[in-house]
């Protein structure tokens, strides 16, 4: 195949290790790909899920897979020059064919999204209607809800055991780092207690004054304009919320 036809790659030192990347950059749109989407749940949901579980007592967990883009299989034909450093002698006019994703190509986040969605489809999850990213497993009384965030998992549920075997089985397909309880998601910081889950965003803040060297700034307990008039309406258009609502009870009740 003539050299122009496949997409370049290069190292990338980070952390004291080496990965091997595509350059995306080079990759033609409707040649070399078609869809790029990787679909992360909304903050209203992540909120939603977190209420739910307050009210009904549940902890939730977090899990992180590492390098989640190279387990995602490619449907396209692409192919890659080899490496440097990995060429091999009397080879080297020859070039390689991916069947996994790497990072830096452009389908490599749709790629993923795939291989995880079908992970839980076979398992007997359920995927919502209005949040692509948001998973509900019911075995009679018991409930398991997964919500994703690109290669970030929060899970929670009524029974230990099948949130357990949950973790159990993610962990042998794919590489996982068990992060335990959810303390820090988005941005958010989650506090679980007997009384309740609480949640503030107190380091996102504290690093936002920080960036714009406000940390000194004085405090004011509500930071809003004084002596604002306002008015029921305004003239803008009003927005239909029922369309972007999403009931995670509905899922499991």
């Given at each position: 195949m003539d050299l122009q036809d496949e997409a370049e790659c290069r190292w990338i030192n980070t952390k004291?290790?080496?990965?091997l990347v595509a350059k995306g950059y080079s990759q033609l749109p409707g040649i070399d790909y078609t869809e790029t989407f990787a679909p992360v749940a909304r903050l209203d949901t992540i909120r939603a899920l977190i209420a739910i579980a307050a009210n009904k007592k549940w902890k939730i967990y977090q899990m992180d897979v590492k390098s989640a883009f190279l387990n995602g299989y490619i449907d396209e034909e692409i192919y890659v020059e080899?490496?440097?450093g990995f060429i091999a002698k009397g080879s080297e006019?020859?070039?390689?064919?991916?069947?996994?994703a790497l990072y830096g190509l452009k389908?490599?986040?749709?790629?993923?999204?795939?291989?995880?969605?079908?992970?839980?489809m076979d398992r007997g999850f359920r995927r919502s209607l209005s949040e692509p990213t948001l998973y509900i497993k019911s075995q009679g009384n018991d409930t398991l809800i997964v919500s994703l965030y690109v290669d970030d998992l929060i899970y929670t549920g009524n029974n230990e055991k099948m949130i357990q075997d949950f973790k159990e089985d993610m962990m042998k397909t794919?590489?996982?780092?068990?992060?335990?309880?959810?303390?820090?998601?988005?941005?958010?910081?989650?506090?679980?207690?007997k009384r309740g889950i609480f949640i503030c965003q107190r380091k996102y803040t504290e690093t936002l004054l920080k960036k714009f060297k406000m940390e000194s700034c004085k405090t004011v307990t509500t930071p809003l304009?004084?002596?604002?008039?306002?008015?029921?309406?305004d003239g803008s258009q009003?927005?239909?919320g029922s369309c972007t609502e999403v009931s995670l009870e509905?899922?499991?009740?």
């Open positions: 004291h290790k080496a990965r080899q490496p440097q006019e020859k070039v390689l064919r991916l069947k996994k389908q490599a986040p749709r790629a993923w999204y795939s291989r995880i969605d079908k992970y839980f794919f590489e996982m780092s068990d992060l335990g309880l959810m303390h820090f998601f988005l941005g958010i910081e989650i506090n679980q207690e304009v004084t002596g604002e008039k306002y008015q029921k309406e009003k927005v239909d509905a899922y499991y009740i």
